[in-house]
């Protein structure tokens, strides 16, 4: 008993549909209209291995469909590969843990540019983590020459009083220049293999596209990132090393979130090898500077006195 207007609110439809539909005295069918087939069609299955496999990002998988002939839009890839995305399932990663003494993780972070000796320079932080405790050692440099990677090594060592019975790194060419599968086929760093052989460590490298089994590491440089860095003002290299150490101290004597325990405390677990059982390694850092008349140079930012006698002079 309802007036079409009514009915049309209702429903929310237009009214002349609810008369249409009140009129006919059947329901009324329409024909089923042939999907047009899209440009990324073809490319749907290629889309999805890629993103369950690799998770690659939209661009790549982009770059990737136009090499095998896709002409359409990255939008139309991008709103493809969100909806796959989120509708894949992750597989659960089981947390590489280690015991006491035998691993620790070593890698690279980059922080924009800093001012040395009157010239800007790339800033990088060293950081190396022990596996079983979580004690870091990080320090910011200018130089990643393999002579100073080593250089970093044994101050970490010297930090931690000891070193592990292996170090899991990326594929950094100061470690290796050749990265094979297996890693045993790989082409070390002549001179840093020389440096773990003569410490007795074993350097292992992390299988490739398995970001987990160095995960520890890689938090730590994230760590550094958001929780040193961020918000906070350096004068120069020797002023971030400087309150880089007092902020490593704190962290490190303050309950990790993932063993529950104080690094500093765990550590006296850690079954390191000791420093001093053989004569410290020799490392050469060979830097040229020129000697100001005032018979000073400068280094890293530090400036040292020298004989007058050589003022104006090259030192190395």
Same mark, same amino acid.
């Given at each position: 008993g309802m007036s079409i207007s009514e009915i049309s609110r209702r429903l929310n439809i237009d009214r002349k549909?609810?008369?249409?539909?009140?009129?006919?005295? $059947?329901?009324?069918?329409?024909?089923?209209? *042939?999907?047009?087939?899209s440009k990324i069609d073809p490319y749907i299955n290629e889309i999805k291995d890629q993103i369950n496999r690799y998770n690659l990002s939209a661009v790549r998988i982009y770059?990737?469909?136009? $090499?095998?002939?896709?002409?359409?839009?990255?939008?139309?890839?991008k709103r493809i590969a969100r909806k796959y995305r989120n509708d894949r399932q992750i597989k659960a990663v089981y947390r590489f843990e280690t015991g006491?003494?035998?691993?620790?993780q070593v890698d690279f972070g980059e922080y924009g540019r800093i001012e040395v000796d009157g010239k800007l320079k790339k800033l990088y932080f060293f950081s190396m983590i022990l596996g079983y405790s979580r004690k870091r050692y990080v320090e910011f440099t200018t130089d990643i020459s393999t002579a100073n990677v080593i250089n970093l090594h044994m101050k970490a060592f010297r930090y931690f009083n000891g070193y592990t019975d292996s170090i899991l790194y990326d594929n950094m060419k100061q470690v290796v220049l050749?990265?094979?599968?297996?890693?045993?086929?790989?082409?070390?760093?002549?001179? =840093?293999k020389d440096f773990s052989d003569y410490y007795g460590f074993i350097p292992i490298?992390? =299988?490739?596209?398995?970001?987990?089994?160095?995960?520890?590491? $890689?938090?730590?440089?994230?760590?550094v990132k958001n929780n040193f860095l961020n918000g906070r003002t350096f004068s120069s290299l020797e002023d971030i090393n *400087?309150?880089?150490?007092?902020?490593?101290?704190?962290? *490190?004597?303050?309950?990790?979130?993932?063993?529950?325990?104080?690094?500093?405390?765990?550590?006296? $677990?850690?079954?390191?090898?000791?420093? *001093?059982?053989?004569?410290?390694?020799?490392?050469?850092?060979?830097?040229?500077?020129?000697v100001s008349r005032d018979c000073y140079v400068s280094y890293e930012g530090n400036r040292y006195s020298v004989p007058w006698k050589y003022a104006g002079r090259e030192a190395m």
């Open positions: 549909t609810a008369r249409k539909y009140a009129k006919s005295k $059947e329901i009324p069918r329409y024909p089923k209209r *042939n999907k047009k087939q770059e990737n469909i136009k $090499e095998k002939g896709y002409n359409g839009s990255y939008t139309l890839v006491p003494g035998v691993q620790a050749d990265r094979k599968i297996p890693s045993t086929r790989s082409v070390f760093n002549r001179r =840093f490298l992390c =299988f490739p596209y398995r970001a987990q089994t160095k995960g520890k590491i $890689e938090n730590t440089v994230k760590y *400087n309150q880089c150490s007092l902020w490593l101290e704190k962290v *490190n004597s303050k309950i990790h979130s993932t063993t529950g325990r104080i690094p500093n405390e765990m550590a006296k $677990e850690e079954k390191l090898n000791p420093i *001093n059982n053989v004569p410290e390694y020799s490392v050469h850092l060979n830097e040229l500077r020129k």
